[in-house]
C-alpha cells in the first residue's frame, strides 16, 4: 500500500515538473523577422520600423518580463523586457510583435535597437538571468523591404522568406479552398458537378419509391391478416386484390363502430316545458279585480 502511494505521488511530482518545464521561457522561439519595413504594418505610434515576433510553443501561459532581447552576441542583456505588463504574458501557441525601432521610451514592445539592412542580423533571446540562452537566429544580408524572414511553420526549424507578412499571426495561412481548387481544375465547365447533384436527386427519388412500395406491401399484409381474423377465412395470394383488402377494412372498421354505440348516427330532441312570459305579456298591464 505504501508502494502504491509513493508511486502515486512520484507521478504527480513528474508532471507538475513537465508542466512547469511547458510554461518556461525555454518554449518561447523567435518565430519571424522583419528587417526593411517600406509599407509594412505600422506600430501604435503610426511609425514603420523592422520587427521580431515572438512565438510560445507550449501548452501554457508563459511570461517573459525580465528576459532579454539582444542583437549583440557579445551583449546578452541589451534590451530586458520590462516588469509588470501585462502584456508580456504570452498565451498558448500565441505570438507578440517588438519593434526594432532603437526609441525603447515608446514602451514595452519599443527595443532600444534597430535592425540593419546591410548586414547579417544576428537576434537571441535570453532567460532572466541573462546568460541562459533560450533562442538565436541570424537573419541573412540581402533582405528585400517588405519580405520578411520566418519559420515555415511557427516553432518549427525551417526558415523561409515570406512575401506575404503575417505579423502576429500564424506564418502558414491557407488562402485557398482546395476542394475549389480540385473542381476549378479539372472540372472547369461544371458538368461532373451537374452530374453528381443529378445522380444523388435520381437516387433519393428510387429509394423513396422503394421504400413507399414496402410500407405498401407491409400495410396490405396486416389488411389481410384482420380480414383472416376478423372472417376466418384464409386468403391466398392472388384471391383478392388490394383495394378490395381496403374496402373489406374499412367495412370492419365501421362494423366495430357501429357495435358498440347503435345510436351513435341518432339525433334526438327532446321538448323541454317551462312556463315563459315576456315582458311585454298583457298579462304584466292587467290589474287584478278584487275580491268581494
Known sequence: MIRRKTEVLLLFVLLFIVGAQAQRVTSIRINEVLVINEDNFVDDYGKRSGWIELFNTSAGTVNIQGCFITNDA???????????????????????LFWADGVASRGTFHL???LDPDRDNYIALYD???KTLVDEIVIPAGQMADVSYGRKVDGLDEWISF??????TNNLTLDT?????????????GIGMTVTAMAVVFLG???????FKGIGRVAISASKR????????????????????????????ELNEDVHDFENTVLTIQKVK??????????????EIPRK
Open 226 to 253: 384482420r380480414t383472416e381474423k376478423a372472417t376466418g377465412i384464409v386468403i391466398q395470394e392472388g384471391d383478392i386484390s388490394g383495394e378490395v383488402l381496403a374496402a373489406i377494412s374499412s367495412a370492419l372498421y
Open 128 to 130: 532572466s538571468d541573462g
Open 163 to 168: 512575401e506575404k507578412v503575417t505579423p502576429s
Open 177 to 189: 479552398n482546395e476542394k475549389i481548387d480540385n473542381f476549378r481544375m479539372n472540372d472547369s465547365l
Open 112 to 114: 532600444n535597437f534597430e
Open 74 to 96: 557579445n551583449n546578452p542583456t541589451k534590451y530586458p523586457v520590462p516588469k509588470g505588463d501585462v502584456l508580456t504574458k504570452i498565451p498558448p501557441h500565441q505570438h507578440t
Open 205 to 211: 427519388l428510387i429509394l423513396l419509391f422503394f421504400g
Open 274 to 287: 317551462r312556463n315563459y312570459s315576456p315582458w311585454s305579456s298583457k298579462i304584466y298591464g292587467l290589474r
